[in-house]
């Protein structure tokens, strides 16, 4: 049996589709891995190259995030005219199962660990039903090391990606991870995950750890951190920005490598924190935990989100402003999106305020719902001169300066971002 697993492209108009710092996504080698030993298997992703409809395989499987959800129709569609049965999977196909079954000869809900050898067994048999759920969520034991042997390792900017836990305590209404992986945080046995950063370091000395928090088990992360400290390694990862009310776990975390975190901010506002449940965040604090940070020599790229009800259009400059202020090394700027499987989703749907359902609006750089405090264009624009502003040659200067051991990593990824952004300012795709 041959079975070819598939990521599709992100649309014309979005900035990621030109950012060319790219890694590949876990689902794919994760897919890859839980597949028997007697598969044939492949993996294409659509990011880095094209799709072959030529070769025949007896089972496509295509992974979806909602930005990515109408090329994987597309793609799935097309194999479907071949005769060839499609499987889809991944976040957006477990919120929008009856959607991605009109494209899909069977949908995957949740994750796959348990459920995959199953499908494919039923394929094999020539019966299989239209829909998987399994409702227990795996535990993280005895996981298969992702198969990276089978990406195309020179396209991307890195392949050492990993993942340690899943599942997130807090509910944040524009996130729909608890929805997804659950309220309690699942950890991998820590001899496990020394294995894989052994296998990692064998390729390069640099690892991104994709989990939603990486500090979200204080106690595990401490045990983490020292074990990480016995290599010579460099790491990315999330975690919430409290990870700086802990001096210790702090301190911990710099002198095991950590190079950069992944921070949720989202807004200056505690007000606007408070009505998404962002209930982590300390607004009053943030300028100290952001220097507390950067001292133990952790790059911070934030993540803020841009549309909230209480916001005006005064909100950009004094996100620009803070992040320039505290020197942020690297940022997103979102546009708040309601994803299937949120709160949000619900409420504006409730509410009518959703403008548009064409999934390749959804990548947090479009508007796709109708704000209380700013219109459709204001936030557009605003959301999109704030990125021009704090990816622009002046700004990297205030922010790069004095140099940091962080900023070999945030050097090249803000370059990057520029170039994109310059890219869709000038072009005529951005809708
Ligand atoms: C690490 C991460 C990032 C990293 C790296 C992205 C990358 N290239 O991998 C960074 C920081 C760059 C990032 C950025 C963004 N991200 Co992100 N990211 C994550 C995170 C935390 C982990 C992803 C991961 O590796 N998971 C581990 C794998 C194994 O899980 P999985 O993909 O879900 O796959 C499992 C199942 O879904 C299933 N499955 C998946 N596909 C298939 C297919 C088949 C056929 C089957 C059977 C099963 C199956 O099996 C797998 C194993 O169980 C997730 C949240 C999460 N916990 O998953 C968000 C998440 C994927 N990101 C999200 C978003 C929105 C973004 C951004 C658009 C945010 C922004 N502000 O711009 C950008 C897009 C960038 C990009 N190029 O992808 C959303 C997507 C929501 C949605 N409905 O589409 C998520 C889910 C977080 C959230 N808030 O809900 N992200
Ligand atoms: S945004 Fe982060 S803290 Fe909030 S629910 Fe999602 S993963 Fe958890």
Known sequence: MKIKIICPRWPEGSIWRHFIFRFPYLSLTTLAALTPEDVEVTIEDENVQEINYQDQPDLVAVSIITPLANRGYAIADQFRKLSIPVVMGGVHATWMAEEAGQHADAVVLGE?????????????????????REESRPDLQNLPVPRRDLLKKRVYFFTNTMQISRGCPFQCDFCSVTAFFGHTCR???LKEVRKEVELLLKEKNFIFFMDDNIIANPAYARDLFSLLKEYRIKWLS????????NDDLLKKAGESGCYGLFIGFESLSQKTLQDHHKTTNRVDRYREFVKKIHDQGIGIEGSFIFGSDEEDPSVFQQVV???????????VFAILTPYPGTRIYEQYTREERIISRNWDLYDMNHVVFRPKRMTIEQLQEGHDLANQRFYSYPSMLKRFWPLRRSHQVFLPSNWGMR????????STLRG
Do not use: M
Not at 321 to 331: G, V
Not at 419 to 426: G, N, P, S, V
């Open 238 to 245: 999330h975690a919430s920005v409290n990870i700086a009310e």
């Open 419 to 426: 170039r994109a952004w310059k890219f869709l300012a000038k």
């Open 112 to 132: 796959a660990e348990k459920v995959w050898p199953r499908v494919i067994a039923d394929f094999r048999k020539g019966s299989y039903q239209r829909i998987y």
């Open 187 to 189: 950890l991998r046995p």
């Open 321 to 331: 402003d803070f992040c320039e202020e505290t020197k942020i090394d690297a940022a």
